[in-house]
């Protein structure tokens, strides 16, 4: 099913939302505005009378918005949230299933593909961010991210500080930023990353359908999986993982990958290098500037957790000491929860969704 499909399944009010950016991608946002209709339009108990505070949740590589929405009811983030009455609105950045379009440029050219996670953060975040702030008519929102969800709110924040103002909180989940304490396959890869961190790769990376493979070695497709991220076997869904293989994975491009390439190599956050030429008329100067993390002051809260090969807790204690906003920093209680458990582990409610509802409504009675 497709994302909004999938919303309608569940028995939830959906709706779909398509923007321009300002460089011409058109991309399209999810929405649940309400809980399911036996609640009706009744604000639920937990949230003062008023407007529905707004939730807005992004995705990461390779992923879409149908992460949000693929196990259901007092599972899935997006629709706990509805329930408890938030206005809950879902991204997808270019380049993914639900957003492959351009006001001139083809999907099937090589131009349209040349874009890394920095325009998703400068150019997509923002689009949405301000068409969700119109629409609802609320100045901020609470988002939650991950993966390169969490990526790009700090790059946007950083590069563009007046998006500040849009975050009520910022909630990280596997926030990835630095790559210095990496283990497992991703450490390995990181002997041959160089090569390829400054190579000019333009083009799609595994489109929607790409998971079809996997339908007659599923075994191995679970270890490669498993194995890439961390993960914790006693929270593995078996029949989730079955679906997601007809979601994921669900497009990138070269440029997405290759930037996180020469941040591991680099061991810095910065922007992304093109080479001394592109970076003297993209930057004014010849190497990239880096994003300025000491201009992220909105709420932050760090997800994260001792069995997440690709967030390391080391790297997340540097990424805390470096942005003002900095407020806490949450440890699923799991010492082999890894990368995508924070997803779609059995007990995701329990071990980490219920704490940041809890931070959300916190902060909502106090204001």
Not at 42 to 52: C, D, F, I, M, V
């Amino acid at each position: 099913m497709t994302g909004p499909e999938l919303i309608l399944h569940w028995g939830y009010p959906g709706e779909g939302h398509a923007l321009q950016t300002d460089d011409g991608y058109v991309l399209t946002m999810f929405r649940v505005p309400r809980g399911r209709s036996r609640g009706g339009d009744k604000q639920p108990s937990e949230l003062a009378a008023g407007p529905r505070p707004v939730v807005f949740l992004q995705h990461g590589l390779f992923q879409t918005a149908d992460q949000w929405l693929m196990r259901g009811p007092g599972e899935d983030l997006a629709f706990i949230l509805a329930d408890l009455g938030f206005d809950v609105w879902m991204g997808n950045f270019r380049g993914s299933t639900y957003s492959r379009k351009h006001v001139r440029l083809s999907p099937q050219k090589r131009k349209f593909w040349d874009f890394g996670w920095q325009e998703n953060a400068l150019y997509d975040l923002p689009a949405m961010l301000d068409y969700v702030s119109a629409v609802t008519e609320q100045e901020s929102m609470f988002y939650v991210g991950h993966s390169m969800g969490t990526t790009t709110i700090l790059g946007l924040l950083a590069a563009r500080p007046e998006y500040n103002r849009r975050v009520r909180a910022a909630f990280l989940m596997a926030p990835v930023a630095y790559f210095q304490h990496t283990w497992g396959a991703l450490a390995a890869a990181k002997s041959t990353a160089g090569s390829l961190a400054n190579a000019r790769l333009i083009g799609e990376l595994f489109p929607r359908g790409s998971g079809d493979a996997c339908k007659n070695v599923l075994p191995l497709c679970i270890s490669l999986y498993n194995s890439a991220g961390g993960y914790s076997p006693r929270e593995f869904n078996m029949a989730l993982f079955q679906i997601l293989v007809g979601h994921f994975p669900s497009g990138a491009s070269y440029g997405q990958l290759t930037h996180y390439l020469q941040m591991m190599v680099t061991g810095e956050f910065k922007m992304c290098d093109y080479g001394a030429k592109e970076n003297l008329a993209r930057y004014g100067q010849p190497k990239p500037p880096p994003f300025r993390l000491s201009n992220v002051v909105a709420p932050v809260f760090l997800h994260v957790s001792e069995g997440d090969a690709f967030s390391p807790i080391k790297d997340q204690k540097r990424l805390a000491s470096e942005i003002p906003g900095f407020r806490k920093m949450i440890k699923v209680p799991l010492r082999d929860f890894g990368h995508t458990d924070h997803l779609y582990a059995i007990h995701t409610y329990q071990l980490e969704y219920k704490q940041i509802i809890s931070i959300m409504l916190d902060m909502l009675r106090s204001q």
